[in-house]
């Protein structure tokens, strides 16, 4: 592979396991690397990987990787060409991509316009419905009051889900049963979301009862061309928030597959968009599938597809940012074996998955054929408040999904993190359920606690 | 007789809700704690009298700190 990349020097505006996978495809690329930190990470292991690092405030995120200023003031200051987002933080905020267009600096990453479409849920629905994209029964836009959302309600069909137009996540989402909890779900859905993105404006969608998660990674040039690296099943979530990934979605009909990956490169297509994203769905048990939403940016999740395909997302991102055209087409991204991904996190599974913060005082991660290990911490480092909790992730690849869990059985008992509680024990209960074994999962089983002990 | 509401987990003070004076059910959050990117608010463990609030909003409390009190 070439290194003669146009980038020469890469700030990482993250931290933790992902400052460190970026800072590795740097290096690959014989491109210098200037990792950031805030007070509660000084020597942490990201800041001891980079060529050279930047302290860049306090420890709560604000003062530190969510200030623009004090990111593209540490950019300057290394003399980065481009910076690296990673994903959270800064990574879907389009004034931080403008800012670094306007800056002179290399965003790696989509452009300030795609990252706004799709951070607006109401116009991502409306664009994708428009470019084809299956969309959930729902309101047309932005629903003005309670009874309002109640005749959308009552058209579209109870349960149904408010969601906000300023932001994803799950947050600032309710579900509701009936016409008799509407109002009183109305009122505070609209509060979250004002609070959590400035913007109070709830829209209405139909509720999908026992969906699976399946979302499609993408790739684009900017310039109308579009690939997809196949599917991810990522059903199993607490509180909207992924803990076990894996490639190919397990028993997914190849109707169903083809219709999403259709559909996903057709919705990145009709927006323009420029280098990764994903396209996030759920299908039903019908087969039948429907948008939720686009995230524009590197997954947390993106070694399982890494691994099915034996393509590297960051090197490809850093090239496409660099103005290379996209590193493959189509029919050279095959999908072959099967990968699965557990996102250890210091939280306590058995106590409704509540943080851990605390000091790492022991850390042994496992190795072996087809295991990656995608790290943060290190023994003694500290697992702070201010961050999110997600300590690890254990990937495990194998020719089949059977071998897959296999590995990854074998991968959790090995791993040892102690000074914090873990997620190690649930995802060991999740690897050995029989409805897991089988494929058969939803999104509403871990809340149903089927994982409990 | 008075009662410590004692923080379950360690984290930073994002919201005041209840006031001295205000009465309380078991289970009413008194206040949320911000830890790791999510909100948990810390409950009442008994109906009574908010008598005292002993924190602030941005400060950092340790697990079994107390942060409020009942008459």
Same mark, same amino acid.
């Given at each position: 592979m070439s290194s003669t990349l146009r980038l020469r020097k890469v700030l990482?505006?993250?931290?933790?396991?992902?400052?460190?996978?970026?800072?590795?495809?740097?290096?690959?690329?014989?491109?210098?690397?200037?990792?950031?930190? +805030?007070?509660?990470?000084?020597?942490? $292991?990201?800041?001891?990987?980079?060529?050279?690092?930047?302290?860049?405030? #306090?420890?709560?995120?604000?003062?530190?990787? /969510?200030?623009?200023?004090?990111? /593209?003031?540490?950019?300057?200051?290394?003399?980065?060409?481009?910076?690296?987002?990673?994903?959270? !933080?800064? +990574?879907?905020?389009?004034? !931080?991509?403008?800012?670094? #267009?306007?800056?002179? /600096?290399? !965003?790696?990453?989509?452009?300030?316009?795609?990252?706004?479409?799709?951070?607006?849920?109401?116009?991502?629905?409306? /664009?994708?419905?428009?470019?084809?994209?299956?969309?959930? $029964?729902?309101?047309?836009?932005?629903?003005?009051?309670?009874?309002?959302?109640?005749?959308?309600?009552?058209h579209v069909g109870y349960p149904v889900l408010l969601k906000a137009a300023g932001g994803g996540g799950g947050i600032g989402m309710a579900r509701v049963d009936g016409v008799a909890g509407l109002a009183t779900a109305y009122a505070t859905a609209r509060r979250r979301a004002e609070a959590a993105f400035g913007d109070p404006a709830l829209y209405v969608e139909r509720y999908a009862e026992r969906a699976r998660h399946v979302e499609v990674q993408v790739f684009g040039d900017g310039q109308g061309r579009v690939v997809h690296l196949h599917e991810r099943e990522c059903s199993l979530q607490r509180r909207h928030q992924k803990l076990v990934e894996e490639s190919p979605a397990p028993g997914l009909p190849s109707r169903t597959k083809d219709g999403l990956t259709g559909a996903a490169v057709a919705g990145a297509r009709a927006i323009g968009y420029a280098n990764a994203g994903t396209m996030e769905f759920l299908v039903d048990a019908a087969g039948d599938f429907w948008f939720l939403e686009m995230n524009a940016r590197l997954q947390v999740e993106h070694p399982v597809t890494e691994e099915v395909t034996g393509l590297d997302l960051v090197i490809a991102q850093l090239r496409v940012a660099a103005g290379e055209p996209l590193p493959w087409g189509q029919e050279e991204i095959a999908q072959e074996g099967a990968a699965i991904e557990c996102r250890v996190y210091a939280e306590d599974p058995a106590k409704g998955f509540l943080p851990s913060p605390g000091t790492i005082s022991a850390l042994v991660l496992p190795e072996g054929e087809g295991i990656r290990v995608e790290c943060g911490v290190a023994a003694g480092s500290v697992v702070s408040v201010h961050y999110d909790p997600l300590l690890l992730k254990l990937v495990a690849r194998a020719g089949t999904r059977a071998e897959a869990i296999a590995g990854m059985e074998g991968a959790l008992a090995a791993c040892v993190v102690e000074g914090v509680k873990t997620t190690i024990p649930f995802l060991r209960r999740v690897m050995a359920h029989p409805d897991f074994r089988r494929g058969a999962v939803h999104t509403q089983m871990v809340e149903q606690g089927a994982f409990n002990a | 007789m008075p009662e410590d509401i004692k923080a379950h987990i360690t984290g930073v003070v994002f919201q005041i809700v209840a006031h001295p004076g205000d009465r309380v059910d078991a289970g009413d959050p008194v206040i949320v704690l911000e830890s790791m990117k999510m909100e948990i608010p810390v409950e009442s463990p008994r109906p009574g009298a908010v008598k005292e609030i002993r924190v602030q909003e941005g400060q950092t409390v340790q697990e079994g700190d107390t942060v409020a009190v009942l008459e």
């Open positions: 990482i505006a993250n931290r933790g396991e992902i400052a460190r996978r970026i800072i590795r495809a740097c290096r690959r690329l014989g491109v210098a690397s200037a990792a950031v930190y +805030s007070d509660a990470d000084e020597g942490a $292991p990201h800041v001891r990987d980079a060529d050279e690092a930047v302290a860049i405030g #306090r420890a709560p995120a604000r003062q530190s990787y /969510l200030s623009i200023d004090a990111v /593209l003031d540490a950019a300057r200051r290394v003399g980065a060409d481009a910076i690296h987002p990673g994903y959270g !933080f800064l +990574s879907e905020n389009w004034r !931080f991509a403008q800012a670094c #267009r306007d800056a002179g /600096l290399t !965003f790696v990453g989509p452009s300030p316009e795609a990252i706004r479409l799709m951070g607006d849920k109401i116009e991502a629905r409306r /664009l994708m419905a428009a470019a084809g994209v299956p969309v959930l $029964p729902g309101s047309e836009g932005p629903v003005h009051d309670a009874a309002e959302a109640e005749r959308v309600a009552a | -």
